[in-house]
């Protein structure tokens, strides 16, 4: 069964960059039918897509974040991982990593709170 | 960027009551439209791909319907365990976009 897990700091000081490490298991991260990606839900609000990555590497951007995100894939250790630089407490939010198809989200990792603060 | 609208926000029912959720799109998506379901320190769970398919696992008393710019979720004979907050997600066109999200609750 496929789990998807988050990995990284709780707490991020503002203008530093958050880093967050997203580990598959039970599946193949180079499916050619999935793509993998970032979304994340501020306390108390709705969900908003950061970025998905393909396993060969392509990848795409929500432009309202685009400046300040990178996404990146490591197969051998099936893992991919979300840069957002510059953040303030606006970023604060669950983070969730998950696999997507053209179509739905599914299944999504169980989401890291980070907080943005000093 | 597509913006999802959904109606209404907030929904107080009873059990075995039917419930309709709304997502309207600004343009049309087709029917690239999903729906969520999230529960109190959940992470979201799919219950609808594609406007009206249902997925294994996710109760039949959960419907969708839809296409174009409307498009509507019911949860018939509503039971306890479907309070959560819904979501609908249109992946027609990126950045890929959610609702506001409408919380039941019974």
């Known amino acids: 069964q496929l789990q998807l897990q988050e990995s990284g700091p709780g707490l991020v000081k503002p203008s530093e960059t958050l880093s967050l490490t997203c580990t598959v298991s039970?599946?193949?991260?180079?499916?050619?039918?999935?793509?993998w990606g970032w979304i994340r839900q501020p306390p108390g609000k709705g969900l908003e897509w950061i970025s998905s990555?393909?396993?060969?590497?392509?990848?795409y951007y929500n432009p309202s974040l685009e400046s300040r995100v990178t996404i990146s894939i490591d197969t051998a250790k099936k893992q991919f991982s979300l840069k957002l630089s510059s953040v303030t407490a606006s970023d604060t939010a669950v983070y969730y990593c998950?696999?997507?198809?053209?179509?739905?989200?599914?299944?999504w990792g169980q989401g890291t709170l980070v907080t943005v603060s000093s | 960027e597509i913006v999802l609208t959904q109606s209404p926000d907030f929904q107080s029912a009873t059990p075995k009551e039917k419930v309709t959720i709304t997502c309207r799109a600004s343009?049309?998506?087709?029917?690239?439209l999903h729906w969520y379901q999230q529960k109190s320190d959940q992470s979201p769970k799919v219950l609808i791909r594609?406007?009206?398919q249902s997925l294994s696992g996710v109760p039949s008393r959960f419907s969708g319907s839809g296409s174009g710019t409307d498009f509507t979720l019911t949860i018939d004979s509503l039971e306890a365990e479907d309070a959560a907050t819904y979501y609908c997600?249109?992946?027609?066109?990126?950045?890929?976009?959610f609702g506001q999200g409408t919380k039941v609750d019974i």
């Open positions: 039970g599946a193949s991260i180079t499916s050619s039918s999935h793509y």
């Open positions: 997600h249109q992946s027609s066109i990126l950045p890929w976009t």
């Open positions: 343009q049309s998506i087709g029917s690239s």
């Open positions: 990555i393909y396993y060969s590497g392509s990848t």
């Open positions: 594609y406007a009206s």
């Open positions: 998950a696999r997507l198809s053209i179509g739905e989200v599914d299944p």
